[in-house]
């Protein structure tokens, strides 16, 4: 139906930066908020930030003024700007979107929320 994919993880030194950008395909009609999770092993998955598709954004306070979400709506693409990377930074990161998406036929639209497979960051100390 709707079908994301991240790329730009990798390993970087602490205090580094790295950029991770999603997009999205299929049978979109509209893509309402586009979000990053990211999860660390033995712990659940959070959001990080979110941003709708006005561009309203909403972050976890662990990454505020470090990380910058931002999207291109002509594309279906998310990014995630991260800066001054920390080793609890570390995680796989998972892009989510919702929104509305045509049948096979085409003939009619349903909502859909997806997921990407997510990408590795790793922040070394």
């Known amino acids: 139906q709707v079908q994301l994919v991240e790329s730009g993880g990798g390993l970087v030194q602490a205090g580094g930066s790295l950029r991770l950008s999603c997009a999205a395909s299929?049978?979109?009609?509209?893509?309402?908020?586009m979000d990053w999770y990211r999860q660390a092993p033995g712990k659940q998955r959070d959001m990080v930030a979110s941003?709708?598709?006005?561009?309203?954004?909403n972050y976890a306070d662990s990454v505020k003024g470090r990380f910058t979400i931002s999207r291109d709506n002509a594309k279906n693409t998310v990014y995630l700007q991260m800066n001054s990377l920390q080793p609890e930074d570390t995680a796989v990161y998972y892009c989510?979107?919702?929104?509305?998406?045509?049948?096979?036929?085409?003939?009619?639209?349903?909502?859909?929320?997806?997921w990407g497979e997510g990408t590795q960051v790793t922040v070394s100390s």
């Open positions: 299929g049978r979109i009609f509209s893509i309402n908020a």
């Open positions: 989510a979107a919702d929104g509305i998406a045509y049948s096979r036929t085409g003939l009619s639209t349903t909502d859909f929320r997806s």
């Open positions: 941003i709708t598709r006005g561009g309203s954004t």
